[in-house]
């Protein structure tokens, strides 16, 4: 399809949903529905640039009561593009797993066998920012856009992953009722880090004392992932164009790309989509 500026944009569409062209992509996401679970695997869903990397690293720390990153990356445990048979997915020991697809895409183990699932979501306009740096970064399509035209295309829904107001709701809608599924707000994680590690840890049945509860939360802040996590430097970072997954890390920075305009169409198209929310509430500022 074409932006509004007449810029060709691929996508692979599978189900109604838009994914990146990758060449053997579709058969890939079909057999990551068919991915065997285990019932302790942790999974960790979001919707892309909704802050899976933070999530993943502050789980594995809760599991293991430290206060210490990963030697690993993320990436390698991202079932959306890692090999499925590879060594890091397959290990014996207990897996953080990482997507980011919608509730219809996902592994169908990850249901059957009540796995816990932690739910990550961000406010769509900072989403909308983040996301357009990334892609911007590793994809000539999204490269040829100015932010306004992925602005456009992002309400559509027409960028990889689909409709974030589809992926929230659909997500929420299965996580009543179930005490397998934890929403974390990546707005709440900036207002008090320290709770929601607490959280997590109660959802994972990890008993965790103050002191390292706290140590957790201190070296998961964003300035300590920051300067001391080293990165993953494969894939969509051969180019070199990626400098950093992390990049602000602020709730808010979209009223630094959102012209009036932009700004008007979208809170629009979110009063409208977001009377199906289901109790969705989103902020897009901190109190």
Not at 62 to 90: C, G, I, Q, T, W
Not at 173 to 187: H, Q, T
Request: proline residues 4%; glycine residues 6%.
């Amino acid at each position: 399809m074409r932006s509004r500026q007449g810029c060709p944009v691929r996508y692979l569409q599978m189900d109604g949903v838009l994914y990146p062209p990758l060449p053997g992509y579709a058969a890939h996401l079909k057999q990551v529905q068919n991915f065997p679970c285990r019932s302790d695997d942790v999974w960790i869903f979001g919707y892309p640039k909704s802050g899976n990397h933070w999530m993943w690293e502050m789980v594995n720390m809760v599991l293991k009561h430290r206060s210490e990153f990963e030697n690993d990356f993320m990436e390698r445990y991202l079932v959306d593009f890692e090999d499925l048979s590879s060594p890091a997915l397959s290990r014996d020991s207990r897996r953080v797993l990482v997507s980011h697809l919608p509730c219809q895409h996902a592994p169908l183990g990850v249901f059957e066998k009540g796995v816990k699932i932690i739910y990550v979501m961000r406010n769509p306009k900072d989403v909308a920012v983040s996301a357009y740096n990334h892609l911007a970064s590793v994809t000539d399509d999204f490269r040829n856009l100015s932010f306004s035209d992925f602005l456009s295309l992002y309400m559509d829904g027409k960028v990889y992953y689909g409709d974030w107001y589809d992926h929230v709701f659909s997500w929420f809608a299965r996580c009543r009722g179930s005490r397998n599924i934890l929403v974390v707000k990546y707005e709440d994680m900036k207002r008090d880090l320290l709770t929601e590690v607490k959280r997590v840890a109660k959802f994972l049945d990890q008993p965790m004392d103050g002191d390292t509860a706290d140590r957790i939360a201190r070296a998961c802040s964003f300035s300590c992932m920051k300067q001391g996590k080293r990165e993953y430097s494969g894939k969509w970072r051969q180019d070199g164009l990626i400098h950093s997954v992390y990049r602000k890390g602020q709730v808010g920075d979209w009223v630094n790309w959102f012209s009036p305009e932009d700004n008007e169409q979208f809170d629009k198209r979110h009063e409208e989509r977001m009377q199906q929310s289901g109790g969705v509430t989103v902020d897009f500022q901190l109190d």
